[in-house]
């Protein structure tokens, strides 16, 4: 691996002490930092995993395993996707700090957020909900909709140096408040929250918390239960390099039995099921006799879950823990601090605040996408340009060499 010296001596200025290579893991020869033998050979330089992550070929080749499988083609009597399916929970609850019992499958987070939100009474109990400009833009729609409905929505801005100010949080938070909805690391610039802080002034006034954690999964150290979080929801096609339809929700044991069911799906029953309508069925009163599932899973389960989005994250997990979320980010940290640094000294307006240490690194630039687009796409370098914001992502696979092939096509001065 050969690092430039302009990208070197543009991180030294921000973290001297980060300018070094994360250290190779034992065993596969693919979880060695950068892991660009885990995955296939790109057509251009890629920086925009906080998007839409790359396959690992690993999870091709599980993939490739259970196509097999489902056409029958051989002998599978060893083949258990229940297995799968409670290795994959068991996967993400050590990468985020949860008990298999407090995680259920979803299809999104946008769904997991509105569960939640189902399962709290809103918008008929009223009260106050806090949130804030760097929370997923999605969740714009849903609060504005909220607000309509007669919650009181309260979102606070982004400061200048790109962050959510914790006083301006405490003054917002007040006795009739029910959630706090927030996104760990937030999609539009990469900033990070301190979860504790923030669960410490919510539970203070009695208040709930959610996190949005798909830019903070498998990219950034993420203890959930320790930060006091009460629900959280991810999709799994970012940083834990899975696919579109499957994602987790996690909801604190503590709170699991304070809430109301949102829906009804038949995942959520167990223990014993008895029919009372078939041939041979005992008598009973009802169509059938039924329990309820423990944990998130008996409020909160879904019907089928997505057995490929399975099959990639079974890998994609354990390719993460292989290389482990602390050397991810020491990997990645010389780079984005040589972005912010040669950036900024060119005069580029940031957006991501100075020493961040999440994958994102975004700068605000009036038309960047009429200004940009066309020109990263025709020096092969792909990344998201939006209407007036451009944002670069550092994965497992980048190094030092493609920052470097950025900073030569990017101006050498925002363009007028």
């Not at 601090?337 to 975004?362: C, F, N």
Request: net charge neutral.
């Amino acid at each position: 691996m050969t690092f430039t010296r302009r990208a070197l001596m543009a991180a030294a200025a921000v973290s001297p002490g980060l300018v070094q290579t994360a250290p190779a893991l034992a065993g596969d020869a693919s979880a060695a930092l950068p892991a660009r033998a885990a995955f296939a050979k790109m057509p251009y330089v890629y920086l925009d995993s906080g998007s839409t992550h790359p396959m690992p070929l690993g999870a091709r080749t599980a993939l490739e395993e259970y196509l097999r499988y489902k056409t029958r083609d051989g002998l599978w009597t060893g083949y258990s996707m229940d297995a799968k399916e409670k290795a994959v929970l068991a996967g993400f609850g050590a990468l985020v700090g949860a008990a298999p019992d407090e995680l259920t499958f979803i299809q999104s987070t946008t769904m997991g957020e509105n569960l939640v939100l189902q399962a709290l009474g809103f918008p008929e109990g009223g009260g106050r909900i806090v949130t804030d400009a760097l929370h997923f833009f999605g969740a714009f729609y849903t609060y504005g909709e909220l607000a309509k409905a007669g919650m009181d929505v309260v979102t606070l801005p982004m400061t200048a140096e790109g962050r959510i100010d914790m006083a301006a949080m405490a003054a917002a938070v007040n006795d009739k408040t029910r959630l706090v909805s927030i996104s760990h690391v937030s999609t539009t610039n990469g900033f990070e929250h301190d979860l504790k802080a923030v669960c410490d002034l919510a539970h203070a006034h009695g208040a709930y918390v959610y996190a949005d954690i798909v830019h903070g999964a498998g990219s950034t150290p993420l203890d959930l239960r320790a930060a006091g979080v009460d629900f959280a929801a991810s999709s799994s096609y970012k940083w834990l390099m899975g696919d579109f339809g499957l994602g987790f929700l996690y909801v604190r044991k503590e709170v699991q039995e304070k809430l109301t069911r949102p829906w009804w799906g038949y995942h959520q029953v167990g223990g014993r099921f008895v029919t009372h309508v078939f041939p041979f069925d005992p008598p009973g009163q009802g169509v059938a006799d039924y329990g309820y599932a423990p944990g998130t899973d008996g409020k909160f389960a879904m019907g089928t879950t997505s057995w490929t989005g399975v099959v990639q994250l079974e890998y994609g997990l354990g390719f993460i823990q292989q290389l482990g979320v602390p050397n991810i980010q020491a990997h990645r940290q010389p780079m984005a601090d040589a972005i912010q640094t040669e950036l900024r000294r060119r005069g580029y307006q940031p957006m991501t605040p100075l020493g961040s240490r999440t994958p994102l690194v975004a700068f605000a630039l009036k038309d960047a996408r009429a200004k940009l687009g066309d020109l990263l796409t025709r020096n092969d370098i792909r990344m998201t340009v939006s209407a007036n914001r451009f944002r670069v992502s550092l994965s497992v696979f980048n190094d030092m060499n493609d920052v470097d092939k950025l900073l030569a096509v990017l101006p050498k001065a925002p363009p007028a």
